[in-house]
């Protein structure tokens, strides 16, 4: 992905999205983040939303030449065919909440 070419609230969107995935793939629900790291869950919300802080961070790695660090930082999520395949082509959309222990992530979760 060529984040030079998007513009910060894209990046932010983009990003946003990653974290959200990510939360969703170790089925940990807005408000068990929020509690996890201190945060309000309004802050949680709009961090997923690509709003806040975050489009304050994409303009400051923008102007500092880092733009191209922010793939490695939170990796797109890849599904293979097969799990697709299993979910019928449906995107998660929540988490249930059963927190387990981290995974890593190659492991076969959606």
Not at 25 to 47: F, G, P, Y
Not at 60 to 74: P, S
């Amino acid at each position: 992905m060529d984040f030079y070419s998007m513009t910060d609230q894209a990046i932010a969107t983009e990003l946003g999205q990653r974290i959200r995935s990510l939360r969703l793939r170790r089925n940990i629900t807005q408000q068990q983040l929020a509690t996890a790291t201190a945060l309000s869950l309004n802050v949680i919300k709009s961090l997923e939303t690509g709003r806040g802080k975050l489009s304050s961070l994409v303009a400051v790695l923008r102007e500092l030449g880092a733009l191209q660090e922010l793939g490695n930082c939170i990796p797109e999520a890849t599904v293979s065919p097969l799990q697709l395949a299993r979910r019928q082509g449906r995107q998660r959309q929540r988490a249930s909440g059963q927190h387990r222990p981290p995974h890593s992530p190659d492991d076969d979760e959606w």
